[in-house]
């Protein structure tokens, strides 16, 4: 039987390179972006809706439902790998976790975080290097995509990075954030082999020493598909990225990120607003 272990982080937060380290583990399969969830959606609409579950009433049917999420899902993974650990990467898991929780009990989820502003300088940086691509949410007559400003609130209010923000607000309402290990992409890059090592206890595994300076992508993720802000590429070692948030997207902007999320630095990074 697999051990499932679940990666649902933020966007632009290092979670494919924390997936790729993790994957020097012989121990460890770590997935790319992962379409599991998707396919148990699909399952759970026709749960829901078919008249041949409905016949009995669904709750007859509910603890073979559960049993068919989890046999479904590690039957997937047990056709990709032997490995006896998988780690799944999927930014929805977080949201659907009282789902998780009741087909497999007490499920082990891993968030990566970055701080706000450098995810989206990350976004501005992308939507200028590929300018020469087609973006759908860009639509001149609404005049709502002109403005460094505007683009940001536009990230901010939609998939992924608001999605995903939202989600992971919801999961602190809700109290189950007491149930997540997260990592910092800051201490994942300044002080790796504590952050991993805190990882580790976390999932109840051995520590694995990791080699930080020869770091290789063994699953690649298609680009292509996520268009403008396609870019899952990740560097050989790490490397201490200089914040530039102010450069791209201004100090006033910068500040505004803060005061309007001050949820999210409160909780994650409470000593830039000390």
């Known amino acids: 039987m697999k051990k499932m272990i679940f990666n649902s982080s933020l966007p632009r937060s290092g979670s494919t390179l924390l997936q790729s380290l993790l994957a020097q583990n012989p121990?460890?399969?770590?997935?790319?972006?992962?379409?599991?969830?998707?396919?148990?959606?699909?399952?759970?609409k026709n749960y829901t809706t078919l008249e041949e579950f409905k016949l009995l009433g669904n709750n007859y049917y509910d603890n073979a439902w559960l049993s068919f999420c989890r046999y479904g899902m590690e039957?997937?993974?047990?056709?990709l790998t032997d490995k006896?650990?998988?780690?799944?990467?999927?930014?929805?898991?977080?949201?659907?976790?009282?789902?998780?929780?009741k087909f497999y009990p007490?499920?082990?989820?891993?968030?990566c975080i970055r701080d706000l502003r450098s995810i989206l300088s990350s976004m501005e940086k992308m939507n200028r290097k590929n300018s020469h691509i087609d973006f759908a949410g860009d639509v001149p007559e609404k005049m709502n995509f002109i403005t460094i400003d505007q683009r940001v609130s536009h990230w901010m209010n939609s998939y992924p990075v608001g999605l995903s923000v939202n989600r992971l607000k919801n999961s602190i309402q809700k109290g189950d954030d007491?149930?997540?290990?997260?990592?910092?992409?800051?201490?994942?890059?300044?002080?790796?082999n504590k952050t991993i090592e805190r990882l580790y206890s976390y999932i109840e595994e051995p520590f694995f020493q990791h080699d930080f300076s020869n770091i290789k992508q063994e699953l690649i993720e298609n680009?292509?598909?996520?268009?403008?802000?396609?870019?899952?590429?990740?560097?050989?070692?790490?490397?201490k990225i200089l914040p530039d948030w102010n450069e791209?997207?201004?100090?006033?902007?910068?500040?505004?990120?803060i005061n309007i999320n001050m949820w999210f630095y409160k909780k994650f990074y409470s000593k830039i607003i000390e």
């Open 106 to 111: 007490n499920p082990k989820v891993i968030v």
């Open 27 to 44: 121990k460890i399969y770590a997935s790319a972006t992962s379409g599991i969830i998707e396919l148990l959606y699909a399952a759970r």
């Open 248 to 257: 791209i997207l201004g100090i006033e902007l910068s500040k505004t990120i």
């Open 223 to 239: 680009d292509s598909y996520h268009g403008t802000y396609g870019d899952h590429k990740i560097k050989s070692e790490l490397t």
């Open 75 to 79: 039957g997937f993974y047990n056709s």
């Open 178 to 192: 007491k149930n997540f290990h997260f990592v910092i992409y800051e201490d994942l890059i300044e002080n790796p």
């Open 84 to 101: 006896e650990i998988c780690i799944d990467k999927s930014r929805s898991w977080i949201y659907y976790y009282d789902w998780l929780n």
